[in-house]
């Protein structure tokens, strides 16, 4: 890029790329208060990245240039900021408990009132599943709730309501189904009761293939345990924003929870996407949710750029991704309940950032969205944190981790944060030559090692470090401190569509795929030889049939 605070990132990158952070924290004693910044209980220490006061300063003005500032208040006042789609980006709106309005341009009135009105619907519908006023249509109360939905429309809730499974209503199972494989829906109800069970069928567009099927299949496997299509109004309901499909698909528009064109799926959970969730840990829990979500929101929009969390984090994304070529980002939270995350902030970041021209059409330049893995602390310590401490790609990753556990159970907590801690340390500190060369002789002393095996082992044994990682601390996983989490990671990925000048609210590769499969589903049919593909498309689709014929 050629702007003037990228120049200067890209002079200032050269005289700092070699640095090693042992030797950056041995010459700053107050290296972790300096670069750290907090909100509430949540701590978020970054330390360990390969970063001086200046790169920081940097990298601040380089957001100033790119406008973030600017497009940040856009996008809480409901500027059509989703030029592609011609749409306003409100999922703000949804957890906004600031009592202020909110408006859409171009339309007259206040968003909050309808986002009221549906929190309120949310929470008469859970208080009645609840209580048993909502029962099905035998009279049996409701105790599974199947979730049907996919991509934005299910990564979310799945996410959620493990994450915070300690905060479960009693009697109520939750389930997920997304995957057009008929495996996921079969495995998912074929120990469920249909008079005890509810669907909650998620889809904004309601037009999703993978969605509509699955419904349609659980609306047959109850009517085959049913017989009377008059009860599907008492164990069917819909979230979506297209009332006319979900009254064609036969549910009632009475039990449809609305959302609106102005929240993307991947931003979905903070209305009635959340629905699944809301039923799971009640109302009360869910609202915590948002009210964290609000907090960060708050801190975003009003805290020093010096001082702002999702601020920093995405600057520190850019400085990776576009200076030091590092294309990938790990999150690893040293937390069972969140093993889900990675893969919930995989579509949150890949599906926004992962596009290659500008919001203006023209080519990007340079690296955009980054390719987001991880999993829970500590089971990728016995697997691929081999590569990120040895491997010759560097890994920028976070680590997410909380004081209290919620299942303290001897040491077994301690265990687990002593595992947190030690590993950022020895990705930034790694181990040099001769303290490698020392235990190996410490080994040679006691018996276990030949002398000569020494120099040989050596090389094996010297860990590089300079490995960058964030700490981010938390005093408890309850839905407050989740809410505050999520919305962190949402404005961290927009800071980075900020600077990137893409659009991260549209998703036409997700659109692609909506449309590709329903040609060859065509070509299936029927047995005759595929020939209006590549070479290697009909091939397949031939070798299918061939297979297909022999199964039958
Ligand atoms: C999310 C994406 C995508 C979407 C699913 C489901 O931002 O657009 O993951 O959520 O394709 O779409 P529906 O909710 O319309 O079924």
Same mark, same amino acid.
Not at 115 to 125: D, I, P, S, T, Y
């Given at each position: 890029?050629?702007?003037?605070?990228?120049?200067?990132?890209?002079?200032?990158?050269?005289?700092?790329?070699?640095?090693?952070?042992?030797?950056?924290?041995?010459?700053?004693? !107050?290296?972790?208060?300096?670069?750290?910044?907090?909100?509430?209980?949540?701590?978020?220490?970054?330390?360990?990245? +390969? %970063?001086?006061?200046?790169?920081?300063?940097?990298?601040?003005?380089?957001?100033?240039?790119?406008?973030?500032?600017?497009?940040?208040?856009?996008?809480?006042?409901?500027?059509?900021?989703?030029?592609?789609?011609?749409?306003?980006?409100?999922?703000?709106?949804?957890?906004?408990?600031?009592?202020?309005?909110?408006?859409?341009?171009?339309?007259?009135?206040?968003?909050?009132?309808? %986002?009221?009105?549906?929190?309120?619907?949310?929470?008469?519908?859970?208080?009645?599943?609840?209580?048993?006023?909502?029962?099905?249509?035998?009279?049996?109360?409701?105790?599974?709730?199947?979730?049907?939905?996919?991509?934005?429309?299910?990564?979310?809730?799945?996410?959620?309501?493990?994450?915070?499974?300690?905060?479960?209503?009693?009697?109520?199972?939750?389930?997920?189904?997304?995957?057009?494989?008929?495996?996921?829906?079969?495995?998912?109800?074929?120990?469920?009761?249909?008079?005890?069970?509810?669907?909650?069928?998620?889809?904004?567009?309601?037009?999703?293939?993978?969605?509509?099927?699955?419904?349609?299949?659980?609306?047959?496997?109850?009517?085959?345990?049913?017989?009377?299509?008059?009860?599907?109004?008492?164990?069917?309901?819909?979230?979506?924003?297209?009332?006319?499909? %979900?009254?064609?698909?036969?549910?009632?528009?009475?039990?449809?929870?609305?959302?609106?064109? @102005?929240?993307?799926?991947?931003?979905?959970? @903070?209305?009635?996407?959340?629905?699944?969730?809301?039923?799971?840990?009640?109302?009360?829990?869910?609202?915590?949710?948002?009210?964290?979500?609000?907090?960060?929101? +708050?801190?975003?929009?009003?805290?020093?750029?010096?001082?702002?969390?999702?601020?920093?984090?995405?600057?520190?994304?850019?400085?990776?991704?576009?200076?030091?070529?590092?294309?990938?980002?790990?999150?690893?939270?040293?937390?069972?309940?969140?093993?889900?995350?990675?893969?919930?902030?995989?579509?949150?970041?890949?599906?926004?950032?992962?596009?290659?021209?500008?919001?203006?059409?023209?080519?990007?330049?340079? !690296?955009?969205?980054?390719?987001?893995?991880?999993?829970?602390?500590?089971?990728?310590?016995?697997?691929?944190?081999?590569?990120?401490?040895?491997?010759?790609?560097?890994?920028?990753?976070?680590?997410?981790?909380?004081?209290?556990?919620?299942?303290?159970?001897?040491?077994?907590?301690?265990?687990?944060?002593?595992?947190?801690?030690?590993?950022?340390?020895?990705?930034?500190?790694?181990?040099?030559?001769?303290?490698?060369?020392?235990?190996?002789?410490?080994?040679?002393?006691?018996?276990?090692?030949?002398?000569?095996?020494?120099?040989?082992?050596?090389?094996?044994?010297?860990?590089?470090?300079?490995?960058?990682?964030?700490?981010?601390?938390?005093? +408890?996983?309850?839905?407050?401190?989740?809410?505050?989490?999520?919305?962190?990671?949402?404005?961290? %990925?927009?800071?980075?569509?900020?600077?990137?000048?893409?659009?991260?609210?549209?998703?036409?590769?997700?659109?692609?795929?909506?449309?590709?499969?329903?040609?060859?589903?065509?070509?299936?049919?029927?047995?005759?030889?595929?020939?209006?593909?590549?070479?290697?498309?009909?091939?397949?689709? !031939?070798?299918?049939?061939?297979?297909?014929?022999?199964?039958?």
């Amino acid at each position: 890029m050629s702007t003037d605070a990228w120049k200067k990132l890209q002079a200032h990158f050269e005289t700092v790329a070699d640095l090693h952070m042992r030797d950056l924290f041995e010459e700053d004693g !107050n290296r972790s208060a300096e670069f750290s910044c907090s909100l509430g209980d949540l701590l978020v220490d970054y330390s360990k990245n +390969r %970063v001086t006061r200046e790169t920081i300063e940097l990298l601040l003005e380089l957001a100033e240039e790119a406008g973030v500032f600017r497009r940040r208040d856009e996008m809480f006042s409901g500027r059509r900021i989703n030029s592609t789609e011609d749409r306003a980006v409100l999922h703000t709106a949804l957890r906004n408990r600031s009592g202020n309005p909110v408006e859409v341009e171009g339309q007259a009135g206040d968003v909050m009132e309808g %986002v009221g009105r549906v929190l309120e619907k949310m929470r008469q519908f859970c208080e009645g599943v609840h209580t048993g006023q909502w029962r099905g249509y035998t009279d049996s109360k409701i105790t599974d709730i199947v979730s049907i939905g996919i991509g934005g429309s299910a990564l979310g809730p799945l996410m959620v309501t493990e994450a915070l499974k300690p905060y479960a209503r009693s009697g109520l199972k939750i389930h997920f189904v997304s995957n057009v494989d008929g495996t996921d829906v079969v495995e998912t109800v074929k120990d469920l009761d249909a008079e005890s069970t509810l669907f909650v069928v998620v889809s904004k567009t309601f037009t999703t293939e993978e969605t509509l099927a699955n419904a349609l299949s659980a609306r047959a496997w109850f009517l085959e345990r049913v017989g009377d299509s008059s009860a599907v109004a008492k164990h069917f309901v819909a979230v979506s924003v297209n009332e006319e499909a %979900v009254t064609e698909f036969g549910i009632d528009p009475a039990n449809m929870f609305e959302f609106w064109d @102005w929240v993307g799926g991947r931003y979905s959970i @903070w209305g009635a996407v959340g629905l699944p969730i809301a039923l799971y840990v009640g109302m009360d829990h869910f609202e915590s949710m948002l009210e964290g979500a609000h907090e960060m929101d +708050r801190h975003f929009q009003d805290a020093e750029p010096g001082e702002n969390i999702p601020l920093l984090l995405g600057l520190l994304g850019i400085w990776y991704n576009n200076f030091f070529d590092m294309p990938t980002h790990a999150v690893f939270p040293y937390d069972q309940y969140l093993r889900h995350l990675p893969a919930y902030l995989q579509q949150l970041d890949m599906e926004s950032c992962g596009k290659s021209v500008t919001a203006a059409g023209q080519p990007v330049e340079g !690296n955009t969205g980054m390719i987001l893995w991880g999993g829970p602390g500590t089971d990728g310590q016995h697997a691929y944190f081999q590569l990120l401490h040895q491997g010759t790609s560097i890994v920028p990753a976070d680590f997410i981790a909380f004081a209290e556990s919620q299942n303290p159970l001897g040491d077994h907590h301690e265990k687990l944060l002593a595992n947190f801690f030690a590993q950022t340390e020895a990705l930034m500190l790694g181990r040099g030559e001769e303290e490698a060369r020392q235990d190996l002789l410490a080994d040679v002393e006691q018996g276990r090692l030949a002398a000569e095996r020494v120099e040989e082992l050596l090389p094996h044994k010297v860990f590089a470090g300079n490995r960058p990682s964030n700490s981010i601390f938390m005093r +408890r996983l309850d839905p407050h401190a989740l809410g505050v989490l999520l919305a962190m990671y949402e404005h961290k %990925v927009f800071v980075q569509g900020c600077i990137w000048g893409i659009n991260p609210y549209d998703q036409w590769g997700v659109q692609l795929g909506k449309t590709l499969a329903s040609r060859v589903f065509k070509d299936l049919q029927d047995e005759s030889p595929v020939s209006t593909h590549d070479s290697s498309t009909n091939a397949l689709l !031939n070798h299918y049939k061939k297979l297909r014929r022999e199964i039958e």
